[in-house]
């Protein structure tokens, strides 16, 4: 697991909110103040490695589903640069970038939103393939070998997604994401909506297909017992940052940054009983209003005056183990 995949360097994404007319001609003559821009992701450095799994972790609101859409090519950065195999994606030639779309796919997170409910599975699962002339014998035998990866039964490639289960219907989201055989999935919060049951279906369904085609996978989620069982490495994410990533047997035993501490603390585990849960304290802050220097510092137990001027940069504090807190600096 040597060959980086995707990289991102630096990696941007804003937002600015819509105005009707009456607002922009108010802010135009100075009547009223221009809306503030949401820094989704901010200067985000990552690394995806050929074979692995990387959890992202982090609150919902954080940029984990935005960051994971730049890298599917379904949003565009607004600053920084993503490499695919070494090669930055903003200088390829147009057939390049198809290619990288097509092997860049990505798994959305509601399987009743995610699918067009007035296509029949077949179509869903083989427009893709089809359009791009990667079905050269049966079209229904390749959808139907595409649906029994998925764990689906082919003979049921002819009905609408709502008759389907949330299960089945996120199966049938898989069966579309490999039908153009990629080798890079990002999965959005791929079991959240989903009962723990079939969670655990589809967690043992994504390993499977990683194993039998060598997939690489960016998983993103808020459970931090899926993300253990899943990943190999975990990178976690504050209100757009990148706050800690590292190894995941390491980062668990020993986290480092403040805000991955009071995550792991609250883990529920069998082996401690009587134990009182306590939330991080405070809310996350608004992206529109983000905290100066370290986003977490209104919130961290260990917060010092620096915290709240400069932010601390992603520096190692173990092997393979990166943290931004000004804890380290004396490290």
Excluded: W
């Excluded at 999965?187 to 390993?207: G, K, P, R, T």
């Amino acid at each position: 697991m040597s060959e980086e995949v995707v990289a991102l360097h630096g990696l941007s994404k804003e937002f600015s909110p819509k105005q009707d007319i009456v607002a922009r001609i108010t802010t135009k003559l100075g009547m009223a103040k221009a809306p503030g821009v949401v820094k989704a992701v901010d200067n985000v450095n990552l690394t995806v490695k050929k074979g692995e799994v990387l959890g992202l972790v982090g609150e919902s609101g954080c940029g984990k589903s935005t960051l994971g859409r730049m890298v599917a090519g379904i949003l565009p950065p607004t600053s920084g640069r993503i490499e695919y195999s070494g090669q930055d994606i903003a200088t390829m030639s147009r057939k390049e970038r198809d290619r990288v779309n097509l092997a860049n796919q990505i798994i959305f997170q509601d399987p009743y939103a995610s699918l067009n409910p007035r296509k029949r599975v077949s179509q869903i699962v083989g427009e893709a393939p089809h359009v791009h002339g990667m079905i050269e014998g049966d079209f229904d035998a390749y959808v139907s070998e595409k649906m029994k990866q998925a764990g689906l039964d082919p003979a049921l490639r002819s009905r609408f997604p709502h008759q389907f289960s949330g299960g089945q219907r996120q199966r049938i989201g898989i069966a579309r994401a490999l039908a153009v055989n990629p080798e890079f999935i990002v999965c959005d919060e791929s079991v959240a909506a989903l009962d723990v049951s079939i969670q655990a279906q589809i967690i043992n369904l994504f390993m499977d297909l990683q194993e039998e085609l060598d997939l690489t996978y960016l998983f993103i989620s808020h459970d931090l017992g899926v993300v253990n069982h899943i990943s190999d490495r975990v990178a976690i994410m504050y209100l757009g940052r990148i706050v800690e990533q590292g190894e995941k047997a390491e980062l668990f035993a020993r986290p480092n940054h403040p805000y991955t501490q009071a995550l792991l603390a609250e883990i529920p585990r069998i082996s401690v009983r009587h134990k009182t849960f306590h939330a991080i304290k405070g809310e996350l802050p608004s992206p529109l209003n983000p905290p100066t220097g370290c986003h977490f510092h209104p919130r961290c137990p260990h917060a010092m005056p620096i915290c709240s001027q400069i932010a601390p940069a992603l520096r190692e504090v173990a092997p393979k183990q990166f943290s931004a807190c000004h804890l380290n600096d004396k490290l």
